[in-house]
């Protein structure tokens, strides 16, 4: 008798634990997001919001065929790099810990894209430059719905949906 109720309660137990962790596995991605200090977030949007700018400006010079501007501008968001900002010892360290391996990935891919919208310019091609322009900010998206679905929840209902239909 004994035995069946520890057996019964074991049941029980291994029921509960089971749905808990099913339960933690198909929340949002929210907690994905990465976790900085209020300093390095704020350089980090800081960072974010001149390579807007610049992207910004990039359409304008491909519509006008001013490839001196989308060069240099591709070259400043191909050398903004929140990990070359003047940050003291403890931020880098900080940074180096928070940042996990996917999201340094995403921003290496970022920073070739600018590398090759800036080539495309340099030798003048319309069509080519287009491309690339086109799949640089395709690398924002990509960073942004993995790493930023709290601060862009556009990303993340659409992230639901692929999951729950
Ligand atoms: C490797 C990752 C990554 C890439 C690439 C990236 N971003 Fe971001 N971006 C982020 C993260 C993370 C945040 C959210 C910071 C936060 O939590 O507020 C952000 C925030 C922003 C913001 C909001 C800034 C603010 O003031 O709050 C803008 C605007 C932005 N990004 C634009 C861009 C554009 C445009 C591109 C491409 C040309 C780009 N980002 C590429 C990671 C990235």
């Known amino acids: 008798m ?3 109720i520890m057996t019964i309660i074991g049941v029980f137990a291994c029921l509960f ?11 949002p991605p929210a907690g994905q ?9 704020d350089l980090l949007r800081a960072e974010m919001r001149e390579i807007s700018t610049g992207i910004q400006g990039i359409a304008v010079s491909l519509a006008t065929a001013d490839w001196g501007s989308v ?7 191909s050398a903004s790099y929140i990990m070359k900002q003047s940050l003291t010892p403890a931020q880098a360290n900080e940074l180096k810990q928070a940042l996990p391996e996917q999201f340094k990935l995403l921003d290496a891919e970022f920073h070739r894209r600018a590398d090759r919208l800036g080539a495309a310019a340099e030798a003048h091609n319309a069509e080519l430059a287009a491309f690339h322009y ?22 993340t209902r659409a992230h639901e949906k692929e999951h729950h239909h």
């Open 2 to 4: 004994k035995i069946r």
């Open 134 to 155: 086109s799949r640089l900010v395709e690398s924002c998206a990509h960073c942004h719905a993995r790493f930023a679905s709290q601060r862009f929840p556009g990303f």
């Open 71 to 77: 060069k240099q501008t591709s070259a400043k968001i």
């Open 17 to 27: 634990i089971c749905s808990a962790s099913i339960r933690a596995d198909g929340d």
């Open 33 to 41: 997001d990465i976790q900085l200090s209020p300093e390095l977030l």
